[in-house]
Structures are given as structure tokens and as C-alpha cells.
């Protein structure tokens, strides 16, 4: 049972408990701990769960398959995390939704028109990307408007949502055309391939790498000149200049770039191995370090909190994964997973104006609370790490048990006793250490790395 407030959930309990019904609670003052043990006490023990909104993420409620709605939230992605908590990749019964709200009320007249109107978008766009837009601090600032106004003109409640269904198709539209910031659509129109052409990327590249290899070459001072790591303007060709790269261990590379553009040669690619070694080795935050506070053009005013980026992994004896994962924690203390993307897709394609730093106890607060968050909210992506790991083990092992069984029916046929009582001993043994090498490599150990972590403001607050 889901319901927004604290008091509410705690109305519902008493009124629950004092009727027989075993009840546990679940809301944002928990930690991670707490929270955990009111799962595992509802999977085992209790008959209902009572949470708000601070449930509606991150918890796996699979094992139960009714979802009561108290009350109704404004924004309804916001019902459909509570009903997704449940509705779950490995659900085996039928998933029952009740949501409670007055016949006749402002909310219930609201609430149908919502949902004939995003019924046409979803159509449209598809309900991946419409459900980014609507999961986003934007959007739920847009839905406290639609509810005002049609709580002070319940005559104009048609108007008033087509107003908001219109910006929605606005956004929806705007991030369906900019979320392939480094990608290509199989029909690339010459818009898009402008917009492509004009991408920073290439000009990251390069002054990552010579930055780099500048660094470097004050430390390999003690090295001989022919092993020194230097960047350098070789020679000016009219409006191509030449450059020759020179790393550490003395391989060279040369390339050519445009007074007017980044480098154009492959050298300096995501390709070239060395490269893409170096912008993979992103350095970690460390916890205490000033959190810089930045303005990114492009993003709402009402974007206002702080954003990191988060390396989660898995590592074994001879494999490795690891993934991305961008979080965004508002003022208001919730996390817009979808805001997360958006203020990643902007810091590629604009440059952010840093204005100062955080304290350092306000920093080690900030880092905290996303680390808090980071545990919840990764905690899905390293499952499906682990899943990969695990299917991948499943398929060794039945591809080694193949070939066992393949080479013990082979032995069976061999006619002299003795050595095939010595042939199946062998195999025995060889069974045995290859499950015991599987068992090792079963082994995983988890990782997860904060990459970077910025307090992100709207420009209007510095330009007051």
C-alpha cells in the first residue's frame, strides 16, 4: 500500500493493526539498513506493507502481487513506480492495481483526462521516452501547476491539461531529438549531421590527450629525450597544422587538424586503444573533496541539486563489467533518474560555468546522501551485472558437462578393464578440479566508484 504522507501511513497502521492485519512501514527517514529489514520482515512475515513515495524505487516486490494507491500522486509516473516495484521482469501472478481517489472530485476529472491525452503520446513517442519526460523535476513541477489551476478553475480542466499535454510533446519531442548525442540514426537528414559535425568531442579528445602527455612530460624529465612524452606543433601547412604525439614508452603518432576545427585524424579517436585507455581511467572522487557548484546552460530553473556519476562493477579472476550510471538528487531530496541523463546529455554539448565550491562539511553532506541514494538506485544495475556474470558460468559449465559426458560414453566402449577403470579415474579427477576452478571464478566482487560529483544551480540564482 502506497501513500505520500507520514501521517497517513501511520493512520493506516494503526487502523490495520488493531484489526488483526500484521503491517510494516517503509518511508524516507529510514536508512538502508532499515529499510532492508522492513523488506525482508514483509517478504516473511508481515501480511502489508505501508510506504510512501521513498519506496517507489529501488525495492524489489516481486514476491507479492497487489498494489493498493491510498492516495493519488499529481505526476502519474509516480503511480507507475509504485505499480513497477511489483510488476517486475519474473513476476508469475497476475499484478493487481487499486487506486483510491472521489468520484466526481477535481482530482478524478483531472486524472481521466491525463490519462486519455498521455495515452496519445505514448502512442506516438513510445512510453520509454515519454516516461523519461514525465519522471524529470520539470514535469512534476508541471503537474503542481495542473492541479492548482484546476482547483481554482474546475470549469477548465480540458483546457488546462492540453496545455500541459502540449509542453509535454514539446520535451518529449526536444529529448527524442538530442538523446543520440554520440550516436547516428540509420536516416541521417543534414540537420542531424551538422549538429554531428559541430560536436565537441573530437576537441575533448585532443586536449585530453595533450594535456596528458604535457603532464607527463614533466615527470619523464629524468628520462632519456627519446623516450620523453610530448605533445608538439611540428609544422603549420596554410590552414592545417601538424602534429606528432610522442608517448612515455617512445611510440609516436601524427595527425592534422583545421585552424578552425579539432583534430581530424583517426589517431585521435576512441579507437586508437591508448586513448580510449585514457578516458577510461576517470580519477574517483574522494569523500571531503570541495564539491564545485555549476550552472549548465540549457537546463530549467527548477533543475536545482546535486549530480555525480557513479562506476559500478563486478570483477573476477578473469572477467570484468562495469557500468555508468548518472544521479541526480533535488532539493527537495527525491531522485530524477531521467533529470540525471538529461544533465549529462547537456555537460556534452555545453560548457558549464563553475562558480564556486561547497564547504567541506556541506561537500562530505552531499556526498552522503548521493552516496545513500547511489546504493539504492545502482543497486539494479549491479544485479544486472551479476545476472550476466551468472549466465555466463551457467553456460561454461553446461558446455563443460557436455564434454564430460561426451568423453565418459566414449571411455564406457573401451573393451580392456584396467584401462578403463584408469581412463574413468582420470576424468573423475579432472571433473573435479574443473568444478573447483568454476567455483573460484564464480567468485565476484563489487565495486562502486563515485566519478564525479557537481551542486548544480540555475544560472538566474548567480545572475540575481
Partial sequence: MFTEFVPTQEMLRQFLSERGFAVVCLNGSMNMEERKRVQEAFAHEARILIS??????????????????????????????????????????????????FEHSVEHRVQEVLEQKLAVIFEEFGIDKTGDVLDSAQAGRMFDELYIEAILNPDKVEESVDNVVTRLQEQVRESRETALVLGIPEDLDPGEAQRLLAHPLPHWIETMTVTWLRSRSDVAKVMSDEYKAKAELIRNEGIHNVWRLTWPDGKTMEGS????SSLRTHHLGLEEPRIRGLAMRLPRFVPGQPVPIVSIPGLAREIQGVWSLWRISIATSEWSRRRIMPLFLADSGKVYTPTARHIWDQLLVADPTVHSVLDGKSSQDAFAQLQEAAEEHGKPIYEALMQEHRARIAREREKAEYAFAARRKAIQRIGLPQVRSYRLNLLVQEEQNFQEQMEHRAQAYPEMVPLLILRVMSEGVFMR
Fill in 52 to 101: 510512501t513515495d521513498a519506496g517507489g524505487e529501488g525495492l524489489n516486490l516481486q514476491f507479492c502481487h497487489v498494489v493498493i494507491n491510498y492516495d493519488i500522486p499529481w505526476n502519474p509516473m509516480r503511480l507507475e513506480q509504485r505499480i513497477g516495484r511489483v510488476d517486475r521482469i519474473g513476476q508469475t501472478h497476475t499484478v493487481r492495481a487499486i487506486n483510491f481517489v
Fill in 257 to 260: 587538424f583545421t585552424q578552425s
